[in-house]
T-cell receptor, first 113, second 116 residues
Framework: AQSVTQLGSHVSVSEGALVLLRCNYS??????LFWYVQYPNQGLQLLLK??????LVKGINGFEAEFKKSETSFHLTKPSAHMSDAAEYFC???????????FGGGTRVLVKP | DAGVTQSPTHLIKTRGQQVTLRCSPK?????VSWYQQALGQGPQFIFQ???????QRGNFPDRFSGHQFPNYSSELNVNALLLGDSALYLC???????????????FGPGTRLTVT
């Protein structure tokens, strides 16, 4: 069975500071990995995805993530936080194209002015 | 290009009642997945429909059932509602497996179900 662990349910950063959200996964097969963002009272928006191509993946809104197989990690970063980045972020894993997504518990990001 | 739409936006039901939630996929998509997101948690996979058949199912009881129509829209039905069924129900659409891009799931805004 696959699982996803997001370290830190809440992260507080200052505007302009680095955003780092941690995600570790377990999977019996090479995974597909995703980061989604959820703004209050909204659905999930895909930020970026890893599908066995380049290990450094660039997404929307200046976010990027690096797949590290040896560490079973897929951490999300953004060099400079903006107030609009305040939201909840979910890491998800899938074992195959078209397969179900298994989500982590989420990390809520607060951006301080 | 219309994205994934869901109706209704909010719903309040009483324990023991039945509820039907609806989803229209993104234009061009033929696969629909349903997820339950309890407050403060990540979404949990309920089931997925493709070619009008249930293809995958998560760890949910038979009280949760679904349907996909020829136009690819879908319904989620929950019978004998429990207080614990209160959650945000998310629909996601994607292209079929044969497309080679089926890993991209696009989510709708969700239906907030409250069971009292």
């Amino acid at each position: 069975a696959q699982s996803v662990t997001q370290l830190g349910s809440h992260v507080s950063v200052s505007e302009g500071a680095l955003v780092l959200l941690r995600c570790n996964y377990s999977s019996s097969v090479p995974p597909y990995l995703f980061w989604y963002v959820q703004y209050p009272n909204q659905g999930l928006q895909l930020l970026l995805k890893y599908t066995s191509a380049a290990t450094l993946v660039k997404g929307i809104n200046g976010f990027e993530a690096e797949f590290k197989k040896s560490e079973t990690s897929f951490h999300l970063t953004k060099p400079s936080a903006h107030m609009s980045d305040a939201a909840e972020y979910f890491c998800a894993v899938s074992k195959a194209a078209g397969n179900k997504l298994t989500f982590g518990g989420g990390t809520r990001v607060l951006v301080k002015p | 290009d219309a994205g994934v739409t869901q109706s209704p936006t909010h719903l309040i039901k009483t324990r023991g009642q039945q509820v039907t939630l609806r989803c229209s996929p993104k234009s061009g998509h033929d696969t629909v997945s349903w997820y339950q997101q309890a407050l403060g948690q990540g979404p949990q996979f309920i089931f997925q429909y493709y070619e009008e058949e249930e293809r995958q199912r998560g760890n949910f009881p038979d009280r949760f059932s679904g349907h996909q129509f020829p136009n690819y829209s879908s319904e989620l039905n929950v019978n004998a509602l429990l207080l614990g069924d209160s959650a945000l129900y998310l629909c996601a659409s994607s292209l079929g497996v044969l497309s080679g891009r089926s890993y991209e799931q696009y989510f709708g805004p969700g239906t907030r179900l409250t069971v009292t």
